[in-house]
């Protein structure tokens, strides 16, 4: 069984709204990344918030048993994926797929076709591509967790991708989503409007 984490810890000053609420056609960042990560490998989904923590929770329409509350959120993105580790059962999960909240315009058919991949190949790492380009989500393996939870705050969970760098499993796909950074409204209309395109 893997777990998805839904990174929408941080402060969103250039979106100017929490991105796990923004919408892109209809869904919110968040909803998107939960129909995304809908598998049946997937079993454990955590949802991981820190600044404006109780707004956000309110207006989610997640199960709030799914929910992890980043108090260390100022740190950076590694510390939600710290978070969303430590709330897992101790030996239950395989790996973690993570999914950062400004990228969720990824289809359920590439994270499926990510796990497939995973799991076939056996690597460490699984993460998409899109023209060459590294994107996410991306699927650690369960041994992993440890450097994860050692990884320089500074460098982050690259730190543990530049360490394996000959056990990563790279997918690629046609689906431009997996680069875009969605991060402020700007981006987020270009997006919508190439995406309707699409």
């Given at each position: ?17 929490p ?85 969720p315009v ?15 190949s056996?690597?460490l ?30 460098i ?40 309707r395109?699409?």
């Amino acid at each position: 069984m893997l777990a998805a984490a839904i990174l929408a810890a941080g402060e969103s000053r250039r979106m100017g709204d929490p991105k796990a609420l923004v919408s892109i056609h209809g869904l919110s960042f968040v909803d998107h990344l939960i129909a995304a990560t809908r598998l049946p490998r997937i079993g454990i989904t955590r949802i991981v918030l820190g600044a404006r923590a109780e707004e956000i929770r309110e207006k989610l329409k997640a199960d709030s048993a799914t929910i992890v509350v980043n108090a260390d959120w100022p740190k950076g993105q590694l510390s939600s994926i710290h978070a969303a580790i430590r709330s897992l059962p101790a030996g239950v999960t395989e790996g973690i797929v993570v999914c950062p909240v400004d990228h969720p315009v990824v289809t359920v058919r590439l994270v499926a076709e990510l796990i497939k991949q995973f799991d076939a190949s056996g690597k460490l790492i699984a993460l998409p591509t899109y023209r060459r380009k590294r994107g996410h989500p991306v699927i650690f393996r369960a041994p992993l967790y440890d450097e994860l939870l050692a990884a320089a705050p500074e460098i982050g969970a690259r730190a543990v991708v530049w360490a394996h760098a000959q056990d990563i499993k790279e997918v690629a796909t046609d689906e431009e989503g997996v680069i875009l950074n969605l991060n402020d409204p700007e981006t987020l209309q270009r997006a919508g409007r190439s995406l309707r395109s699409s």
